[in-house]
């Protein structure tokens, strides 16, 4: 089981600067990992998610057709798509988020994936969230948002072959809104939409039509997801509530369109929906501050607005974005992240890796865009340069992949020394193809998930929940809070692993210099 609530807050600690540039300088004078595997796992790792009836060329052969009825009790085909964790509940918000921030990996690193010979599984990937997310959304002002009952799916443990449990399904529509449901999947189609723009036109033309509908519609009929699908409480909360999805979606339907209404939404709701006011330390599948604040940051930095009052709006965007960015650095005065005495970012016990990785994810697009505009990150004063940024995301990147106390990759199947007992249920009990008998629920319970051997499947490429504050991780399936992994947890690498690939192929040494050189 896996508790997925959040909360919003700013996690204070001391400064630590000075640990910072000795765990940064070690990790960049460290060997370099081997990014290229780790980027071809990555990718794979979605495969492993797929719900529906699988493709000739899946890839992943100990997983089958799941799922085959979903939707059939409502009267919608709701066949396919994602299983975001290690359960088979297909949440929307989370899944929506993941194919957000894979497409977001190829807008800025494209070429970088190509050149590591990727491309094309990663726009699968996202395609296979995108076609569900179309299948969900049947009429305009409806979305199928979630499809199975988390109660009752803990209850069980089973293959997603031989599911039994509910497999019920619930929407939003004009009487049960979910802005916040509608603006993420918005965003998710419209950042995809760039994505196939060149490559498949028609495919990104419906990809953009239905993200503007989803918007208008999260817009127009504005509430919080979770009160209108109550049985996501205890999983996906939406503590954030709609506002930050709203700007979101708005900001990802501006760069799709240049249409100016969009921009000017974002401009105009800047101070009322939180976007010039939130001093956030985080950036999940629930609280978007961060990553709209970055995005808007970027059109700043492109000085195409003039008109003073915009600039000025802009610059209150940049301001949150780079308390955010100083604040995993630990160069703010105060509410600086945790950080493990291994180096690690902190903010919960609970799945802490997707933190990490979509702080790697920002500060190293943020790198990008600096250096781009030949500027520096301010830090209450304190002028640093893009290189740190992107070293100190290197660094959280290698933590990942085994530069840690514990000498473990935390992501599945990548280095000698990896998660064996993944908190996951198809990995967990002997693959379908190889034995077709029936496993009910107890009998999973009972005798695969008690097991204390390695998983009989690997799911590779999967981001487990990673260590605690101390940098100790218990490889036990019962272990939870630290072994299950989320699709939202390896999404935001994949572009940076394609970068970091490139760089050191092309033995570009000057992007990993430390924070002692600044």
Same mark, same amino acid.
């Given at each position: 089981m896996v508790e997925k609530t959040q909360c919003r807050c700013l996690i204070s600690s001391t400064k630590v600067w000075v640990s910072l540039v000795f765990l940064v300088s070690f990790s960049c004078l460290s060997k370099a990992f081997d990014y290229k595997d780790a980027l %071809? *796992?990555?990718?794979?790792?979605?495969?492993?998610?797929?719900?529906?009836?699988?493709?000739?060329?899946?890839r992943v052969r100990w997983r089958d057709h799941s799922g085959l009825t979903d939707g059939l009790e409502q009267g919608v085909d709701l066949v396919g798509g994602y299983y975001d964790a290690g359960d088979h509940v297909k949440f929307g918000l989370p899944v929506a988020f993941t194919v957000t921030m894979l497409s977001w990996s190829v807008i800025e690193y494209g070429e970088q994936i190509a050149n590591s010979s990727e491309y094309e599984h990663v726009l699968e990937a996202i395609k296979w969230g995108t076609d569900y997310f179309i299948k969900a959304h049947t009429y305009p002002n409806v979305f199928?948002?979630?499809?199975?009952?988390?109660?009752?799916?803990?209850?069980?443990?089973?293959?997603?072959?031989?599911?039994?449990?509910?497999?019920?399904?619930? %929407?939003?529509?004009?009487? =049960?809104?979910?802005?916040?449901l509608a603006g993420e999947t918005a965003a998710a189609m419209a950042a995809a939409s760039i994505v196939f723009r060149k490559s498949n036109p028609h495919y990104s033309h419906l990809l953009l039509h239905h993200a503007q509908q989803l918007f208008e519609f999260g817009d127009k009929y504005r509430g919080a997801y979770d009160r209108s699908v109550q049985v996501v409480k205890s999983y996906y909360p939406s503590v954030s509530s709609y506002k930050d999805e709203l700007l979101w979606g708005a900001l990802w339907l501006y760069k799709a369109t240049d249409n100016m209404n969009y921009f000017k939404y974002i401009i105009n709701n800047s101070h009322e929906f939180g976007g010039t006011g939130w001093a956030i330390t985080e950036f999940s599948w629930d609280v978007k501050y961060a990553g709209i604040q970055i995005l808007?940051? %970027?059109?700043?930095?492109?000085?195409?607005?003039?008109?003073?009052?915009?600039?000025?709006?802009?610059?209150?965007?940049?301001? *949150?974005?780079?308390?955010?960015?100083?604040?995993?650095?630990?160069? =703010?005065?105060?509410?600086?992240?945790?950080?493990?005495?291994?180096?690690?970012?902190?903010?919960?016990?609970?799945? =802490?890796?997707?933190?990490?990785?979509?702080?790697?994810?920002?500060?190293?697009?943020y790198s990008d865009y600096l250096k781009n505009a030949t500027q520096k990150l301010n830090c209450n004063g304190e002028m640093v340069k893009h290189q740190d940024l992107f070293a100190f995301a290197k660094s959280q990147v290698d933590y990942i992949l085994g530069s840690n106390p514990m000498g473990m990759s935390y992501l599945v199947g990548f280095g000698p020394r990896y998660p064996r007992r993944v908190h996951h249920r198809a990995a967990s009990i002997v693959a379908y193809k190889r034995s077709k008998g029936f496993i009910g629920c107890t009998q999973g319970y009972d005798y695969w998930y008690s097991r204390n051997e390695p998983n009989p499947n690997e799911v590779i490429g999967a981001l487990v929940g990673g260590p605690d504050s101390h940098d100790n991780f218990n490889d036990h399936r019962g272990n939870y809070m630290q072994t299950e992994a989320c699709t939202y947890n390896t999404a935001p690498l994949v572009g940076i692993f394609a970068k970091l690939h490139q760089l050191h192929e092309g033995k570009n040494t000057s992007q990993y210099s430390s924070f002692a050189s600044s």
């Open positions: %071809k *796992k990555s990718v794979l790792y979605f495969e492993s998610q797929r719900s529906g009836r699988l493709p000739y060329n899946q199928w948002a979630e499809v199975g009952d988390g109660d009752t799916d803990h209850y069980c443990w089973q293959r997603p072959e031989d599911m039994t449990t509910s497999r019920q399904a619930y %929407k939003i529509d004009e009487n =049960n809104p979910g802005s916040d808007a940051s %970027k059109l700043l930095m492109d000085g195409i607005h003039e008109d003073r009052h915009t600039q000025n709006i802009l610059e209150q965007y940049r301001s *949150k974005a780079e308390h955010y960015l100083c604040s995993c650095l630990g160069r =703010n005065n105060d509410s600086n992240v945790e950080v493990t005495p291994g180096g690690l970012l902190f903010i919960r016990k609970w799945n =802490n890796m997707q933190y990490v990785s979509t702080s790697a994810f920002l500060l190293t697009v």
